[in-house]
T-cell receptor, first 114, second 114 residues
């Protein structure tokens, strides 16, 4: 059974540009969450999608957005990139939209903004 | 605001030592606590503890949840160099407000020297 797949693995962008990251959850999983990991802030919740609807959103500016498709794959978009957006972006998939359900993470996308 | 604090932030031991990692939380109506191991990028799931399962064990790793003290410990006995990683503690608040959203601590960087 394939795990969570995130693409691309590495990305270098310039300030002001926008970027789209992709996440394919484990087959059969319907909930996808996104997290940002930085050395200073640790893992911080961005948003969660279930059945193509955003269910929860973390404390991030509107430049961060996402969506989920009917096959549960999810994308997140960051517009007008800032240097501080440099981070490891992790996607986690869960079987259902339910607290306490084990969340399985992908390898992440390392975004560098220059 | 929900808060998860891990200690120590960094720990260096020798192979064969036993280590105890700590996690305390301030989460309203806590439902479950999860431990992850992060070696390079993807955090890998270790344990999930709930009110109905306050103690888990797998090989040399074990974890206990103390609901009264709002804390958990992760024990690793007979440590090996392969245990070197960041250990993350995460807490899941009630489903009705947060779905699968997890609040993470900063992590404990464990280094096991031969």
């Amino acid at each position: 059974k394939a795990g969570v797949t995130q693409t691309p693995r590495y990305l270098i962008k310039t300030r002001g540009q926008q970027v789209t990251l992709s996440c394919s959850p484990i087959s059969g999983h319907r909930s996808v969450s996104w997290y940002q990991q930085t050395p200073g802030q640790g893992l911080q919740f961005l948003f969660e999608y279930f059945s193509e609807t955003q269910r929860n959103k973390g404390n991030f500016p509107g430049r961060f957005s996402g969506r989920q498709f009917s096959n549960s794959r999810s994308e997140m978009n960051v517009s007008t990139l800032e240097l501080g957006d440099s981070a490891l972006y992790l996607c986690a998939s869960s079987l259902l939209y339910r607290v306490g359900t084990e969340a399985f993470f992908g390898q992440g996308t390392r975004l560098t903004v220059v | 605001e929900d808060k998860v604090v891990q200690s120590p932030l960094s720990l260096v031991v020798h192979e064969g030592d036993t280590v105890t990692l700590n996690c305390s939380y301030e989460v309203t109506n806590f439902r479950s606590l999860l431990w992850y191991k992060q070696e390079k990028k993807a955090p890998t799931f270790l344990f999930m503890l709930t009110s109905s399962g306050i103690e888990k064990k797998s090989g040399r790793l074990s974890s206990i949840l103390d609901k009264k003290e709002l804390s958990s410990i992760l024990n690793i006995t007979a440590t090996q160099t392969g245990d070197s990683a960041i250990y993350l503690c995460a807490v899941a608040p009630p489903q009705e407000t947060s779905g699968s959203r997890l609040t993470f601590g900063e992590g404990t960087q464990l280094t096991v020297n031969p």
